[in-house]
């Protein structure tokens, strides 16, 4: 039986949906897609549905990802993927559930607006919004209310998101828009150019997630792959192997470690010294890529440790905040941040 939860904790990511309801944790994971009939517009299915229906649908179906780098790219898909997803969990709530979303530090007010939009259509009463770094160092369990400084790197689809914390603020942030996906591309990038290959993105997903790493491997792996020839165009095996696909994300990973040591540099001595202390954590699914953690170790030369669940840690952290709803202002964060969680 679905109970009514009025207070939610939404994790509105790139790659994946997360919903936690205040009482119960977290009671949707979903990934971010939206099954569209391209002759009609009409949404047939949202999330794994959607994505379990492509491949078998006739070519009239298309998938659309409604949110890109973080932030909503299509609006109307973002407004009716995220209704369909509170139908679930809410199905016979009298009373409209009052949300928490989180959104990359570096968004524009604009693009809040649009996340807030989008909520209120589907069906939100009330939307608070929170930052990725902040939501994602709560959900990974540190003292955010300490005096001294933590780093989270949240390293999700669309966006790394780095904060400093303090005091629960942020002191220093920045957001890239490198992180998983980038990571995939790369892939798809490097094996075109190395075998003439053409491979499509859920195959790059598996060959990162499978034998990929951004850090030596003790050894290394190998997995087999098909690909279309982009001369005869023909159907073409290859083996590539964990050293080709650490090469082809050598890039975006040092984007990612250049950027926490950009972050490092513009913050004050004293919570620098704190961070040392303390280490950084990383979080979001993009950081479960093999050697992260000891590619950021090296580079910083500060102990890095990757969060348990990481992938769950930003839901987790909007769900913590549900606690302090009545302390957070609706709208914008620009607004709103001075204030969030200041006692
Ligand atoms: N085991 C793994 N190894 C490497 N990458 C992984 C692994 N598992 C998941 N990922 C990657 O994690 C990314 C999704 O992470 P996450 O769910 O945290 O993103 P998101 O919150 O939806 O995106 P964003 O925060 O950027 O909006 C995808 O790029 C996925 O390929
Ligand atoms: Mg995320």
Redesign the pocket.
Known sequence: MKLISRDLGI????????IYAAGKGIVLRE??VVAVDKNTGKVLQVGAAARNMLGRTPGNVVAIHP?K???ISDYEMTAKMLAAFLRKIVRYAVVKPRVII?V?SGITEVEERAVIQAAMEAGARRVYLIE?PLAAALGAQLDVSAPDGKLVV????????IGVLTMNGIARSSSIKV???A??EAIIRFVRKRQGVVIGENTA?EI??TI?CVYPRPEDLYMQVKGRDVKTGLAREFLIYSTDVMEALKRPARQITDAVLEVLEQTSPELVADISNNGITL????????GMDKLLQERTEMECSRADD??SC?AFGCGKSLNWMHRMQEGTINLARKKLLQD
Do not use: H, R, Y
């Open positions: 994790d509105l990511g790139t790659s994946n949906v997360l990934p971010s949110l780098d973080g932030v989180c990359p990725e949240d390293i999700g689809g669309g966006t790394t998101d992180a998983g996906d990571f995939d997903e990162k997630t990929g979080t979001g699914g993009g950081s479960q890529i093999w990481a992938d930003v």
